[in-house]
């Protein structure tokens, strides 16, 4: 049966392109919403770092095949989301700690 730490486990696979940290660990992911159907219908809230973020398209791409990739998901949806905005108080001390690690001030 697909759940919700199903699908985030599968997003955890799908890194930021331009830092070695996951979209999930980035904050990217506001809300799994998966339903009860078999196949189940995965609907995902997401947002970026900016509105004209040049991997946008990239990037949900790779959403989108990580969670069809997930045993019992027949669809996936995803909204971009842009309220609240993303901000560096999303991410996880993990995602923190690997910037930091690469010099990166967060």
């Known amino acids: 049966m697909v759940d919700e730490s199903t699908v985030r486990d599968a997003l955890k696979q799908v890194d930021d392109p331009e830092l070695p940290v996951s979209i999930v660990d980035m904050g990217l992911i ?13 609907e995902i809230d997401m947002t970026f770092t900016a ?6 398209d990239f990037l949900k791409h790779d ?3 990580a969670v069809a990739a997930v045993d019992g998901v027949g669809s996936v949806t995803i909204n971009t ?9 999303r991410m996880s001390e993990e995602a923190r700690d690997v910037l930091r690690t690469a010099g990166v001030t967060v």
Do not use: F, H, L
């Open 81 to 89: 989301v842009w309220d609240p905005p993303w901000t560096t108080d």
């Open 63 to 65: 959403v989108r095949e």
């Open 30 to 42: 506001y809300a799994i919403e998966v339903s009860e159907a078999e196949p189940a219908q995965v």
């Open 51 to 56: 509105m004209g973020c040049p991997a946008m």
